[in-house]
């Protein structure tokens, strides 16, 4: 019973799983950009801190 009931779902799965991945991709590497980008700001602007000695 279960086994009728699951195949489907499981390739439906199979098919949608990549789809969603490549969908969602490109937010996945903005995201990665924003970190990095705010990671950079933080380092530039805790710079003068940095050689002064300061925490």
């Keep these: 019973m279960l086994l ?3 195949w489907p779902l499981a390739l439906i799965m199979l098919v949608m799983f990549p789809l969603v991945w ?3 991709l490109p937010f996945r590497i903005v995201g ?3 970190e990095v980008v705010i990671k950079f700001i933080g380092a530039v602007l805790m710079f003068p801190f940095r ?3 300061m925490k």
Excluded: F, P, Y
Aim: with cysteine; hydrophobic share 75%.
């Design 4 to 6: 009728a009931l699951c």
């Design 22 to 24: 490549l969908v969602l």
């Design 32 to 34: 990665l950009t924003l």
């Design 51 to 53: 050689v002064l000695g």
